[in-house]
C-alpha cells in the first residue's frame, strides 16, 4: 500500500449534494475518470478528469526530477448557472508545482464582463498555511450566494496577499467596488452608483464607501468593520438629503450623521 496505483473511471446520472448550485453542475451525466498513484503514504494524480454538459476539469501529473508538476484546466459552460446575473463561460488554468516544501501556484481564471484573476505563490504540503498574492477584477453579484435575498452589483477589484494560516487574519490588501448596486428587498429601497474602497488588515475591514438611495438623496459609511467574532463595528453614516416616505403616512428629507 505504501507504493500502489488506483485507476477510476465511471458515470453519474442526475448527481445531488445539497446545494443548489452544485447540483445544477452535476445536473445530467457526469463521467470521472483518474489515475492515482500513492508512493511513500501520499496520493500523486496521474491523471483526472470530470466532464459533463456544464462542466468539465482536468488535472494532469508531469514528473521532472525530483520536482512533480500538475496541469490545471476547467470550464464552466455558463457562469449564470451560479450567477444569474453572469452570463457566459468561465475558465480556469496554470499549474501546482510540488516539491519537498510545498506547492508553487500559478493559476489565472476568466470570465464573463471581464472577471480575471490570478494566484501565484506558495502552498504547504500540509494545506496548513500559504504564501499567496491573488489578484484581479469581478463582479459584486457573486456575493449574492452569501446575502441573498439582498443582491448586489457592480464591478469588483481586488489585489490581496494571503500570508499565513488560511484564515481572514492572514489575509490583508486593497478592495474596491464601482458603479455598484446593493438591493434589500426588506427595505424598500436600493443604494445606486456605489463606490467604495476597502482596506483589509487582520480580520478587520476599513470601509468608506458613497452612494445614491433610489428615493433620493445620497449617504457615506466610513470605519471598521471586524470581520470575525465578534464582528465589531465603528460606523460613522452621514445623510445628505435622503428621502424618507411611507404613501400614506410622510414624505420628508433627512440629512446628518
Known amino acids: 500500500p505504501e507504493d500502489g496505483q488506483l ?15 452544485a447540483d445544477r453542475l452535476l445536473a445530467g451525466v457526469s463521467a470521472i475518470e483518474a489515475t492515482l498513484r500513492l508512493r511513500d503514504g501520499a496520493v500523486e494524480i496521474n491523471e483526472a478528469r470530470i466532464a ?12 521532472e526530477g525530483a520536482i512533480r508538476r500538475i496541469d490545471l484546466d476547467a470550464r464552466l459552460a455558463n457562469l449564470g448557472l451560479i450567477v444569474p446575473e453572469v452570463q457566459g463561460p468561465l475558465t ?4 501546482a508545482t510540488q516539491d519537498a516544501n510545498g ?10 464582463g471581464q472577471i480575471s484573476a490570478t494566484v501565484a505563490g506558495r502552498v504547504a504540503n ?7 498574492a491573488i489578484r484581479g477584477t469581478g463582479e459584486a453579484g457573486l456575493a449574492n450566494l ?21 484564515r481572514l487574519n492572514s489575509l490583508s490588501g486593497r478592495v474596491t467596488l464601482a458603479d455598484g448596486r446593493v438591493v434589500d428587498p426588506g427595505l424598500g429601497l436600493s443604494l445606486q452608483g456605489v463606490e467604495a474602497t476597502s482596506q483589509l488588515q487582520g480580520g478587520t475591514l476599513q470601509l468608506s464607501a458613497t452612494g445614491g438611495l433610489s428615493s433620493g438623496g445620497r449617504l457615506r459609511v466610513d470605519g471598521p468593520v471586524g470581520l470575525t467574532s ?20 410622510y414624505d420628508t428629507r433627512v440629512s446628518g450623521g
Open 103 to 112: 506547492y508553487t501556484l500559478d493559476i489565472a481564471g476568466k470570465g464573463p
Open 92 to 95: 480556469l488554468s496554470g499549474t
Open 7 to 21: 485507476a477510476l473511471l465511471g458515470t453519474g446520472r442526475g448527481l445531488r449534494v445539497g446545494s443548489a448550485e
Open 52 to 63: 459533463n454538459t456544464q462542466l468539465t476539469a482536468t488535472a494532469k501529473g508531469v514528473i
Open 230 to 249: 465578534p464582528r465589531n463595528a465603528d460606523l460613522a453614516i452621514q445623510l445628505d438629503g435622503v428621502r424618507l416616505y411611507d404613501p400614506e403616512l
Open 126 to 132: 500540509s494545506f496548513g498555511s500559504a504564501d499567496l
Open 146 to 166: 452569501i446575502i441573498s435575498p439582498r443582491s448586489a452589483s457592480g464591478r469588483v477589484g481586488f489585489d490581496l496577499r494571503l500570508a499565513g494560516p488560511f
